[in-house]
């Protein structure tokens, strides 16, 4: 039945998303015209053919084509180069009662957004739950983002928020945080309605605030924007996990999004990125793809030398600092398979806690606790009776992880003992010293490791 479509639609399909003369509704349109004909065509040639398999044979051609387009003849349905963005333009003080208000159109998207001051006493208190868990207790700076049903010329009940809402609120939200001063005497409101939507609403929210407001009251603040890149890939067919080809796409259309393998969402300022989010549907993306992704977004250069080694150039030393930040977080997971089941390693003490002491095996690691079960034989009721400090070096041996929840098992207790132990440390792996609890002496003979 794939093959029937592919026969009879295909030069219709294709003619229609080489068109640049569409936009999103017409182009919807013009496909859905090329959608009944071909169900009709299929129905006489398949009568006893399920509906969901006549629809899902016309959107398995329809996505191969457009796909196609991009990898094989490097085009776009707008006829955009793949690295161009759409024209923007932005419009402030739409409404002057208002304490802010503004425009923004990039493309067939548009947001329109208004900003509300208020005292401090109508910030957003935390309850006790949300306190503990993020350690906030009050903000004075929100942002509600709303997507009514006629965004994407639908008809629907406008009810409570929905995920999307709630993600993309958060997200335009945590890019703008950066850019407000930590002492504004001011709650902030800041409400954005996406009025059309075909890609970038969510870039459409930050541009709209900085407009209006950042510009006039952070004016030593750089400005905020955002762009998504998205992802066409073809998979490798000896092994379906891997990429064979791909193409990167900057400033992605809602189809191209829809039809794609991934929105990889991006704000900052010139300094460096404020936030990011990546929608991926594909198993998995190897890390040389996510460098290229974040230096189309940001201007950030980054080859890669051989299997390991990477160079990164970046216009700015904010931007090298952000670059060099995230290439950690990504690579967080490698760093930690260093480790050796057995081994002493040397922890910093970060925290003092009553249950324990968290502490650090090297710099960009997560804190991990250090239970007083663990800091000692004799039993001990604050880590402080054994005269901890923040800072304070010790040495810990390492078991692996938790089966059950994944966290990193460390013990300081099983080394207070007059037996010799062999420390290891990350940075000098090969390097071993010998330390006895009774003696002052050291020497590098081999020793046996107390269990």
């Known amino acids: 039945m794939v093959e029937h479509v592919r026969q009879v639609a295909s030069e219709s399909i294709y003619a229609v998303f080489t068109d640049y003369t569409h936009d999103k509704i017409s182009r919807d349109e013009a496909i859905n015209k090329v959608r009944l004909e071909t169900e009709e065509n299929i129905k ?49 003080d739409l409404f002057k009662p208002l304490h802010g208000s503004a425009l923004f159109q990039r493309g067939q998207t548009q947001v329109l957004s208004s900003v509300t001051f208020d005292s401090l006493e109508s910030s957003v208190k935390a309850d006790i739950i949300t306190t503990a868990l993020s350690g906030i207790k009050d903000k004075n700076f929100m942002l509600h983002y709303e997507f009514p049903p006629y965004a994407t010329n639908e008809t629907g009940k406008v009810a409570g928020l929905n995920r999307r809402e709630l993600g993309h609120g958060a997200l335009a939200e945590k890019a703008l945080r950066s850019v407000i001063p930590k ?9 954005a309605e996406v009025l059309e939507s075909n890609g970038a609403d969510f870039k459409g929210c930050i541009s709209v605030f900085y407009d209006r407001f950042a510009s006039q009251v952070c004016r030593s603040h750089p400005a905020v924007a955002g762009v998504a890149v998205g992802l066409i890939s073809k998979a490798n067919p000896a092994k379906l996990s891997e990429i064979q080809d791909y193409r990167l796409l900057t400033d992605i259309l809602g189809i191209e999004d829809y039809l794609g393998d991934m929105d990889f969402k991006l704000a900052g300022t010139n300094k460096g990125i404020t936030a990011l989010q990546a929608d991926v549907k594909i198993p998995g993306l190897p890390l040389k793809l996510v460098m290229e992704a974040i230096q189309q977004a940001t201007g950030v250069t980054i080859n890669q030398v051989d299997e390991e080694t990477f160079s990164v150039f970046a216009p700015t030393p904010g931007a090298m600092n952000e670059v060099l930040a995230s290439i950690s977080e990504i690579s967080k997971d490698d760093q930690e398979q260093q480790l050796d089941f ?3 390693y040397t922890a910093t003490i970060i925290e003092i806690r009553d249950i324990g002491v968290m502490v650090k095996l090297y710099p960009n690691m997560s804190p991990v606790l250090l239970h007083n079960s663990q800091l000692d034989h004799k039993r001990i009721k604050h880590p402080s009776a054994l005269g901890f400090e923040v800072g304070q070096q010790i040495q810990v041996k390492y078991f692996g992880r938790d089966p059950t929840d994944g966290r990193m098992r460390l013990s300081r207790k099983v080394l207070q003992s007059p037996v010799a132990t062999v420390v290891k440390t990350l940075s000098e792996k090969q390097s071993i010293s010998v330390g006895s609890s009774s003696s002052q002496t050291s020497s590098t003979a081999p020793v046996a490791e107390d269990a």
């Open 44 to 92: 006489d040639r398949y009568p006893q053919a399920e509906p969901f398999e006549v629809i899902e044979s016309f959107n398995t051609v329809c996505k191969e084509i457009f796909r196609n387009l991009v990898l094989n003849e490097y085009r776009r349905c707008d006829g955009r180069e793949l690295t161009a963005l759409r024209n923007i333009s932005c419009e402030v």
């Open 183 to 191: 002492e504004f005497p001011f709650t902030i409101r800041v409400t």
């Open 342 to 344: 057995g081994a002493i």
